[in-house]
């Protein structure tokens, strides 16, 4: 089938929509992880109208047990500098980060600090300093800030049977 389009599509932003136990506790979490305010604020609901990168957050208050398949998300910066100053910028803010430094990640060595919301979610900060690894680079990222919530976080984890599945480490900062 033919496309009828003769220009391409210009995508504003990328849209995400999270599932959330309590949009009060996420929306605090994603104001400090952000460092902006949500655009929108209803009962459930949170929008946050990120310009940097551009993203179209929402969070939506829904009851559920489990983290369901999403393994983490993330943000790729230009440099090492970049992730140090997200670190830092999230350490003031009160949130728990967890770095990892010349580290073999899906096919990648990276430069990332980690956090987690409210509900599990992890996000990272990355920089690609050198990409398509040989198959037999180990990959080492998974569950990044398990140390920081204990048990509640030891007990959710999987074996770690391939590139970025989660696997319980330590806390640094």
């Given at each position: 089938m033919e496309s009828k389009l003769q220009d391409p599509v210009v995508a504003l932003k990328?849209?995400?929509a999270l599932n959330?136990?309590?949009?009060?506790?996420?929306t605090e979490f994603y104001q400090k992880m952000l460092?902006?305010?949500?655009?929108?604020?209803?009962?459930?609901?949170?929008?946050f109208d990120v310009q940097n990168p551009p993203l179209n957050l929402t969070l939506n208050e829904v009851a559920?047990?489990?983290?369901?398949?999403?393994?983490?998300?993330?943000?790729?910066?230009?440099?090492?500098?970049d992730v140090l100053a997200m670190r830092e910028k999230w350490?003031?803010?009160g949130l728990v980060t967890r770095d990892e430094m010349q580290t073999n990640c899906c096919y990648?060595?990276?430069?990332?600090?980690?956090?987690?919301?409210?509900?599990?979610?992890?996000?990272?900060?990355?920089?690609?300093?050198q990409d398509n690894l040989p198959e037999t680079a180990p990959c080492e990222c998974?569950?990044?800030?398990?140390?920081?919530?204990?048990?509640?976080?030891?007990?959710?984890?999987?074996?770690?049977?391939?590139?970025?599945?989660?696997?319980?480490?330590g806390i640094e900062r």
């Open positions: 990328a849209h995400l959330v136990r309590n949009v009060v506790s996420s460092g902006i305010e949500p655009s929108k604020v209803r009962p459930g609901y949170a929008k559920f047990n489990e983290r369901g398949a999403l393994s983490h998300l993330g943000i790729q910066v230009a440099s090492t500098g350490a003031e803010s990648a060595t990276q430069d990332k600090t980690w956090v987690r919301d409210p509900d599990g979610n992890e996000w990272e900060v990355f920089v690609v300093l998974g569950d990044k800030v398990a140390g920081a919530h204990g048990a509640e976080a030891a007990g959710s984890m999987a074996s770690a049977g391939s590139c970025c599945a989660p696997a319980i480490v």
